[in-house]
């Protein structure tokens, strides 16, 4: 028999005596939804740390400009490609791996931030066990106490745990009339089971949480993700399925995505922004080509893009594409030469130049 039968038979037989086995029965019903409610709180409360953190305090760009340095840091070509291929998933990856070194950086933060949760909470059920206890005791127009009762406790919960009503049909015909019983035996009862919890979420991990705090972290900088089909720049709306263009603050050198010449092996160092003042043509087949200033012919997704004439070049992409050079060159078997010679320039900038021009942005 399991142990939610043996309990319902407990209290059928034992009638109004058995406020401990109804005690033990509710708390064996609110485990499972306050188990819940810890991770749940625990997850936003780590979500809401990590906003007072330098990264996550901002907008999405500043984000961007944190990702860009923490990329710069690690002077690892590969995480760059993932950027500039996925910069969403990226992003998500790289939130994710902040939250994940919060939480587990041998404090045992994650542990006491569970604990805090739990004892919260803990502290609101008894909260509810009382004031419905005081609610009950001064009605005199309802035999059905227990009932009563029920409903009273389930609707104080309602904003801190998830405890249906309906779930407890099975025990609301009881002839509880003691509330000052109950309230003793509900406090006992869930004192054990905060004590059983307590010792559970001593070993928990960030992969049993329903869910993700870094998911919770990174809805706060959702947006459009749409990238520049010529440069890979993602579009700065803050709105998904925004009316309208998309647009960028600054477009990069196309090479980063691939672009050559027509009829080349010349890797594009050009930014959109320029090109889209000039009488150069870009190609998207064998046969169809356009000039970058009548981009919007070309159809979706140029067409769904507003690419304003500006020369302005961030120095950082400067300093990558000279960094890189071989890399980029390997990638996409193309060469940095002729009409996509890195200027000597470019190949004079430091890395601490292009990271203290991004960070005036």
Not at 116 to 130: M, W
Request: one cysteine or more; hydrophobic letters at 35%; a negative charge.
């Amino acid at each position: 028999m399991s142990f939610l039968s043996t309990l319902r038979s407990r209290i059928s037989c034992q009638g109004a005596t058995s406020v401990t086995t109804f005690a033990a029965f509710l708390c064996h019903k609110i485990e499972p939804a306050l188990r819940q409610a810890v991770y749940e709180r625990t997850a936003k409360d780590i979500a809401e740390d990590m906003q007072k953190s330098p990264d996550f305090q901002g907008s999405r760009a500043n984000l961007e400009v944190c990702i860009l340095r923490y990329l710069a840091e690690q002077e690892n070509f590969e995480y760059f490609n993932q950027y500039l291929r996925c910069p969403k998933e990226f992003c998500e990856s790289y939130i994710e791996t902040r939250v994940r070194n919060y939480c587990l950086d041998g404090s045992r933060r994650l542990g006491m931030l569970l604990e805090s949760s739990l004892d919260i909470l803990y502290r609101n059920i008894l909260s509810a066990v009382s004031l419905s206890a005081r609610i009950v005791k001064d009605r005199k127009d309802r035999e059905d106490k227990i009932s009563l009762w029920l409903d009273e406790f389930c609707r104080e919960l309602s904003e801190v745990i998830n405890l249906p009503r309906s779930d407890l049909k099975g025990i609301e015909h009881q002839e509880v009339t003691d509330m000052e019983f109950l309230s003793s035996a509900m406090a006992e009862a869930l004192d054990d089971l905060r004590d059983r919890l307590m010792k559970e979420l001593a070993e928990s991990k960030l992969s049993l949480f329903p869910r993700q705090p870094h998911t919770i972290l990174a809805e706060h900088f959702s947006g459009c993700w749409e990238q520049c089909p010529f440069c890979g720049a993602v579009c700065t709306n803050t709105m998904q399925n925004h009316d309208g263009d998309h647009q960028v603050v600054y477009h990069r050198p196309q090479a980063l995505m691939g672009w050559r010449w027509i009829g080349t092996e010349q890797l594009i160092i050009d930014i959109c922004s320029s090109l889209v003042s000039s009488n150069c043509f870009f190609q998207i087949s064998d046969n169809e080509k356009f000039l970058y200033k009548r981009y919007r012919d070309a159809g979706p997704p140029y067409s769904t893009w507003k690419i304003l004439p500006d020369p302005s070049m961030q120095a950082y992409w400067k300093w990558f594409v000279s960094h890189f050079r071989t890399q980029l060159e390997a990638l996409y078997n193309q060469k940095f030469q002729g009409r996509g010679e890195i200027p000597e320039a470019w190949q004079r900038i430091t890395k601490e130049e292009a990271l203290s021009e991004l960070d005036k942005r």
